[in-house]
C-alpha cells in the first residue's frame, strides 16, 4: 500500500492561485509516474497534469499555461500551482502514482495508469 497525503484545496475568487500538495513515500518520489487529476461529481476523472517516469510533463489543454506541475525530491512532495483559476477549474484534485515496474504508466493521461490514489482535496472557484 503506498499512501498519497494530499493538502492545499480551499475557496477562492476567480484569477486567484492555489498551490495543492502531494506527500508520497520517498520510493515514489524518483521512480513512479505521478499526476493531478480532477472529477467534478456526475462527470468522469480527468487529467490535469502529469509526470512521467522519466520525469517528463504533460498538462492538459484547459490548464496549460495556468498550472504548473513539480516535485520536491528532498521532501517526498508533489505540487500543482495553480494561476488564474477559473470557475469551471472546480473539483475534486487527486493526486496518483503508479509504478512502472508492474505494468502502470503505459497511457499516462487515463486513470487506469496509476494504481495509487489520494484521498483528495477540494477545490472551489467563484466568479
Known amino acids: 500500500q503506498v499512501d498519497l497525503v494530499e493538502s492545499g484545496g480551499g475557496s477562492v475568487q476567480a484569477g486567484e492561485s492555489l498551490t495543492l500538495s502531494c506527500v508520497v513515500p520517498e520510493y515514489v518520489v524518483g521512480r513512479y509516474c505521478m499526476a493531478w487529476f480532477r472529477q467534478d461529481p456526475g462527470k468522469e476523472r480527468e487529467v490535469v497534469a502529469t509526470?512521467?517516469?522519466?520525469?517528463?510533463?504533460t498538462y492538459a489543454g484547459p490548464v496549460e499555461g495556468r498550472f504548473n506541475i513539480a516535485k520536491d525530491k528532498a521532501n517526498n512532495t508533489l505540487f500543482l500551482r495553480m494561476s488564474s483559476l477559473k470557475p469551471e477549474d472546480t473539483a475534486m484534485y487527486y493526486c496518483?502514482?503508479?509504478?512502472?515496474?508492474?505494468?502502470?504508466?503505459?497511457?499516462?493521461?487515463?486513470?487506469?495508469?496509476?494504481?495509487?490514489w489520494g484521498q483528495g482535496t477540494q477545490v472551489t472557484v467563484s466568479s
Open positions: 496518483a502514482a503508479g509504478d512502472p515496474r508492474r505494468g502502470y504508466c503505459y497511457n499516462i493521461a487515463i486513470p487506469g495508469a496509476y494504481r495509487y
Open positions: 509526470f512521467d517516469h522519466y520525469d517528463k510533463t
